[in-house]
């Protein structure tokens, strides 16, 4: 029982190791796949929304530029700093201040409504050329000197838009732009408006798409984040953001987009617009482990999913194998009983797969050696009984390619030798032959005195092969007469000469009872024995019908020698044979 339990179990196995190679394979090209795919449509998703907040922030900055620049070119405020500008006393300057704040709030609040309301308004101030603040919507009795204030030396010079920390530490959005009298003159003074940081809060802040871990924060040009963060309290104005879209962008001046460490060390997937023009950089973040959660999670299922197939697998092929295994352990047992020689034996399986024609052609075999010993037994009975019938020719003949070869003079070359030299002679000419003969493809049927008769059943067809390997077999005989002499010489014995005939015609094959080795009857073995003495010594001559055969092969030259007179009426053309070159 030992050889079907290592099947069951080298099968189970090997379905097994199949199931969970295939598996695995499958979780690897998934997983590799899953991620290249989520790491695709995240980024597409970050670089898109790092576009569209970008532009929003750029024109968030131009329409406050646009609104401000309502305020700079107000005729009333230009007016206003024009009638300041030519007093020269202070006293009477802020005299004057206080008498026209009223002209400039009509002003501001004509501003707010051409903008449609301003909830995002902190303050509007009004500078002059000289650093001093002519009038401010709030904060009017705090006297400052602008001079040194880098956004009125900004605002002198060109509009700009900036965010800043307040005083109490909040964000401010401050927009300034210069006034002037006449476009080819100097500025007359400076409009400072100064913004909640609302407008950018509502672009920053909405992580609509982002997940848990996403985020969208500005950095300006110092490398500080100057929104806030998901993450870190107090994070604007105090955090330091040295990351690789921030080097990119005010080293470079590039976009960034694709995997890296953010500002917490953390590694992200995250897209930035770098807006230089302005000093700022936006970046959207997502962390990547949340990215890649989805295809985790598809990993864990598909590796529960597979243990659980590799466990049902493993049970139907359990259960297979010893389907299997139970008509082979059955004709591996009638296997044993037939080697000790019970040849009644029968798997008698009747399935209709392979194991069930296998056990058919062992009840096939079993049942032929039986009937073979039958019938051996039966042939040994008849030859004990009929000893007296020793040969019985068979019903039917074919046609073959008969051969004989006889020594030159023999009968000459032996008148000198004693009988038991005479008897080496021909030992060692015939046993030489026949060794011959029989390894290129020919059958020794007997020796006739000193000459041997022999065969080539391969003969019986149409192919031209058969023929060459005849052909070639008699070249071979006639080749082995130089070692043949040298082993007569060495025995103090006469060399020898040989003469080869072959023809080809129909052949009775007599069956002897009492030896392994049939005889063979027939005219074309008689003449082919005739024609023998045509032959010059070590040639080979061929009747007619031979010569038809083998006339095509290229390799011999083929020389009519002689007629062979059969009887008065008919005659054999015969044939020499020498190979070309």
């Not at 301003?118 to 400052?144: C, H, P, S, W």
């Not at 797969?353 to 008849?382: V, Y």
């Not at 032996?414 to 080496?424: A, G, P, W």
């Not at 007469?481 to 103090?492: D, G, H, S």
């Amino acid at each position: 029982m030992g050889i079907p339990v290592t099947l069951d179990k080298k099968l189970v196995t090997l379905v097994i190791l199949v199931s969970m190679t295939g598996i695995g394979v499958t979780i690897g090209f998934s997983f590799h796949y899953s991620n290249i795919i989520i790491e695709e449509r995240v980024m597409d998703q970050l670089t898109s929304e790092s576009a569209i907040r970008g532009d929003s922030i750029k024109n968030t900055f131009s329409s406050k530029l646009q609104q401000i620049q309502v305020i700079g070119t107000d005729p009333m405020i230009r007016n206003l700093i024009n009638e300041f500008n030519s007093i020269q006393d202070e006293a009477i300057a802020h005299s004057w201040i206080s008498e026209k704040r009223i002209d400039f709030l009509i002003q501001i609040q004509a501003f707010e409504s051409s903008i449609g309301g301003a909830n995002d308004l902190e303050n509007v101030e009004i500078v002059g050329k000289d650093g001093m603040r002519l009038f401010a919507l709030i904060n009017t009795k705090t006297a400052k000197n602008y001079l040194e204030d880098p956004i009125f030396q900004h605002g002198i010079k060109e509009p700009l838009v900036e965010i800043m920390r307040g005083g109490n530490g909040q964000r401010l959005l401050i927009a300034a732009t210069p006034i002037f009298d006449k476009p080819d003159q100097d500025a007359i003074g400076v409009a400072i408006v100064t913004m909640n940081a609302e407008s950018l809060d509502q672009i920053l802040l909405n992580r609509l798409g982002l997940g848990k871990t996403g985020e969208s924060y500005l950095v300006n040009a110092d490398g500080k984040m100057i929104s806030e963060s998901r993450f870190i309290e107090n994070a604007p104005f105090n955090q330091v953001v040295d990351t690789i879209p921030i080097r990119k962008c005010f080293v470079e001046g590039q976009t960034n987009h694709g995997q890296y460490p953010d500002y917490r060390g953390r590694m992200v997937f995250g897209a930035s617009n770098c807006m230089k023009d302005i000093g700022l950089v936006l970046l959207v973040e997502i962390d990547d482990t949340e990215v890649f959660e989805p295809a985790y999670n598809l990993q864990q299922k598909i590796v529960i999913l597979g243990i659980t197939i590799t466990g049902i697998v493993g049970v139907v092929a359990y259960f297979l194998s010893k389907l299997i295994s139970k008509p082979l352990i059955k004709l591996k047992n009638a296997a044993n009983v037939l080697a000790d020689g019970n040849f009644d034996v029968r798997t008698n399986i009747s399935t209709n797969d392979e194991i069930g024609q296998l056990s058919h052609a062992f009840d096939q075999m079993a049942e032929k050696i039986q009937d073979s010993l039958i019938k051996i037994k039966e042939r040994e009975d008849t030859i004990k009984q009929q000893k007296d019938v020793l040969l019985q020719f068979s019903q039917h003949s074919s046609n073959y390619c008969v051969c004989f070869v006889d020594i030159v003079g023999s009968t000459k070359l032996t008148s000198k030798l004693t009988d038991l030299q005479t008897s080496k002679f021909y030992s060692i000419f015939l046993n030489s032959l026949a060794t011959v003969i029989s390894q290129n493809g020919g059958v020794v049927v007997k020796n006739i005195g000193d000459a041997l008769l022999y065969y080539f059943p391969k003969t019986d067809s149409d192919e031209i092969g058969p023929f060459a390997e005849m052909l070639k077999c008699n070249r071979k005989v006639i080749e082995a007469r130089e070692n043949i002499n040298k082993v007569l010489e060495a025995e103090n014995l006469p060399s020898i000469s040989y003469r080869i005939s072959a023809n080809f015609g129909p052949v009775r094959v007599a069956i002897i009872a009492t030896s392994s080795i049939d005889d063979i009857f027939g005219s074309t073995v008689n003449i082919c024995s005739k024609i023998n003495s045509l032959a010059q010594p070590n040639t080979l001559v061929i009747g007619e019908p031979l010569y038809d055969k083998v006339k095509e092969i290229k390799e011999y030259k083929f020389e009519k020698i002689a007629d062979y007179g059969i009887d008065a009426d008919n005659k054999l053309p015969v044939y020499s044979v020498t190979p070309k070159g």
